[in-house]
């Protein structure tokens, strides 16, 4: 006989795990604004250290911002003292060769008449017919934005370069640089810190609510899913706080702050470098365009490889034995090659991306170095200007293609946070009771249940049934009867649709659900264990279980000596898969975890169909000892393993069709006999 777990429950569509979870590119969110305000009131904790942290990311991208234009003044330093130097040089020869000037020299000149300063200068050499009014004013167009400086400067000793105020520059800009890092840093660990912490609340969160969803959930969603929202989507959520948040606010305040600059130096030159923004931006979007469904396409492709790859790992000894190797090669080759060519097309057009950036960022370079060119050789700027203004060109450019890409992340990123809210959202189990078992005997009563997984599909019907305690009840079929369902809705797994279940005479609808699952044990066919020792497995059936009654309740197992052959005995780790134990093994530690809860009533899944005899033997021994004083709800396959039952039930299409001992039953000549017979058949 064949499990029939399976068979009665709706379908759980296709098992996909992380790779058919994980965010697709350019994925959407159905409500991104009620999603983000979501989010926003989910982090609302640390909203001060977010607001801390962005002014931070703000304070370090203005200071930064200042720095081209102080080595623009330090420029404008060196230049001037260049530039005073030669004027005053050109001058001073003037004087020396000018026979209407009857001093040696500039300073003798400032001495004798009283002079101060080159604007006082030219008056007098104009007066004394030294040079005319037309060279007066070239000389004083030519010196353009440094004419304040040059002027005013003093006569009385050659000029030379400010040392001292270009050191204070310098020394004003390293300062700038290592505060503004400073600042960054600060930002960057109070934003992971938030990002962390956001994370871990979320994971909390998750693994808490995956404890209060009904069963029901998990049948219509794959465990892929519930694991992507721990892993994928918890990591979009935090990347984006730890990264993008602070380089988009660092990016905004990068665009306001160098346009402000931009403007401050040169309005003509500033509206070239925004004239050219739209272009990159429609050029980039025509990108975007073509590119996106390559994207999808490489997504698609990847998981096929990813499930291709996953089913063959898992099928490697039947490939083996029918001889499918080269099958699965070509098969993997055809989606290979896809995904290759799919991720060619997608990677090279998203390439593009920032050549065409910098293509038209170069443009506006260019035009920005000619016009600047052509002001500063009229006066109207300086050198300085221009080296400034070119350096603001180059950092105005980079946070506009940043903004672009931190867009597209927010979208992937809501649509991350959209899928964990849905889950933390979904509608818990709900409670019909508080009550809690007392001292429990283990009668049960199933008055006429009815129940479906899908309430218009109903495959229990009018099941009705008295169990006294200590019995031994035996529940048989043909796949699909409903025998795993009766015992999961014993244990309220799922609600009813009609009817009731009584323990000890009292609804079980009236217990609070993990009070009432404390009175049962369970021994699946399927067995679970875990990475750890054979203690702590065993220990799992009572956490608080001395290491003594641990080692008893292996005892009463049969499993006591196999332990101690193993390598460590019962410190011998059990790794991940739980596969350096057999089968066998695994189901007698299963056996030691119930009897180690010592449970009142006891639910039993056939577990000897896929061991030797002589373990089998073990498991039904053990099975004997754990059922002695409980009332025991045996899930068989094997018919010749209840014979000694109390009372065998015999389903069919979620209904008894007869119920007796065995002997009763086969001498009935029904249904019964009918399916032991056919299992010594030939």
Request: with cysteine; proline share 2%.
């Amino acid at each position: 006989m064949s499990n029939d777990r399976n068979s009665v429950r709706p379908p759980r569509g296709p098992m996909g795990g992380g790779r058919h979870a994980a965010m697709r590119p350019g994925e959407k969110a159905k409500d991104f604004k009620g999603t983000l305000v979501k989010l926003l009131k989910y982090m609302r904790v640390s909203l001060p250290a977010i607001i801390l942290s962005l002014l931070f990311a703000a304070a370090s991208v203005v200071l930064t911002l200042n720095i081209p234009r102080l080595l623009g003044d330090s420029t404008d330093k060196l230049i001037e003292g260049f530039m005073q130097r030669q004027i005053y040089d050109e001058i001073d020869a003037v004087v020396r060769e000018n026979e209407n000037i009857p001093y040696d020299s500039i300073a003798a000149l400032a001495y004798g008449e009283g002079i101060t300063d080159f604007d006082q200068l030219f008056d007098v050499m104009e007066e004394k017919g030294a040079i005319s009014a037309a060279q007066k004013e070239e000389y004083e167009k030519s010196l353009g934005d440094y004419a304040e400086g040059v002027l005013s400067m003093s006569l009385s000793v050659r000029p030379s370069v400010d040392v001292d105020a270009i050191i204070k520059l310098l020394t004003v800009i390293t300062v700038l640089i290592f505060v503004s890092a400073a600042i960054s840093y600060a930002q960057s660990f109070i934003l992971a810190g938030v990002a962390q912490r956001t994370s871990y609340r979320l994971r909390r969160d998750i693994d808490v609510k995956i404890n209060k969803l009904p069963l029901k959930y998990y049948d219509g969603t794959t465990n892929g899913n519930v694991l992507s929202y721990l892993t994928n989507d918890v990591d979009s959520v935090s990347t984006t706080l730890n990264q993008s948040l602070s380089q988009l606010i660092s990016s905004i305040t990068t665009i306001v702050g160098v346009l402000v600059m931009m403007i401050s130096i040169s309005w003509i030159m500033a509206g070239v470098a925004v004239l050219i923004v739209p272009v990159s931006l429609v050029l980039i979007a025509t990108v975007v365009k073509f590119s996106q469904k390559y994207f999808r396409r490489q997504q698609a492709a990847l998981a096929a490889v990813n499930g291709h790859i996953e089913e063959m790992y898992a099928g490697n000894k039947v490939i083996q034995l029918y001889n499918r190797k080269d099958e699965s090669v070509a098969e993997f080759a055809v989606y290979n090659k896809e995904l290759a060519q799919t991720a060619q097309k997608s990677q090279f057009l998203s390439g593009l991306m920032q050549p065409i950036m910098n293509f038209v960022g170069n443009i506006g370079y260019v035009l920005a170095c000619v016009i600047g060119g052509v002001l500063t050789a009229s006066g109207k700027i300086t050198v300085g200007d221009i080296q400034a203004f070119i350096t603001y060109i180059r950092q105005f450019n980079q946070p506009i293609g940043q903004v672009a890409n931190i867009a597209n992340t927010l979208q992937s990123t809501v649509a991350a946070a959209e899928r964990v809210f849905a889950f933390l959202e979904a509608e818990d189990e709900k409670e019909t009771g508080d009550a809690v078992p007392g001292e429990v005997k283990g009668d049960v009563d199933f008055v006429n249940v009815h129940f479906g997984y899908d309430p218009d599909n109903i495959i229990i019907k009018n099941f009705s049934c008295s169990v006294k305690a200590g019995q031994k009840i035996a529940i048989v079929g043909p796949t699909g009867a409903g025998k795993t369902t009766v015992v999961k809705l014993l244990m309220r797994y799922y609600d009813l649709n009609g009817g009731k279940i009584l323990l000890d005479g009292r609804d079980i609808a009236d217990y609070k659900r993990s009070a009432l699952r404390e009175e049962f044990g369970m021994v699946l066919q399927d067995t679970w264990l875990y990475s750890g020792t054979v203690m702590d497995n065993i220990r799992y059936g009572r956490l608080d279980a001395t290491d003594e009654e641990v080692i008893a309740a292996a005892k009463l197992a049969s499993a006591d000596h196999f332990i101690r052959t193993l390598d460590g005995g019962y410190n011998f780790v059990i790794n991940e898969e739980a596969d350096n134990i057999s089968q066998g093994q695994k189901q007698l530690l299963t056996i030691a975890r119930a009897l180690l809860s010592d449970p009142k009533v006891l639910i039993l899944d056939e577990a000897t169909s896929s061991v030797d005899t002589r373990t089998e033997q073990l498991i039904q021994n053990a099975m004997v000892t754990l059922m002695e004083g409980r009332t025991s709800f045996i899930i068989a396959h094997r018919l010749s393993t209840i014979t000694g039952a109390d009372k065998i039930l015999v389903m069919r299409d979620g209904d008894i069709v007869e119920q007796g001992t065995h002997a009763e039953l086969m001498a009935a000549k029904g249904f019964y006999e009918q399916l032991y017979s056919s299992q010594f058949e030939k």
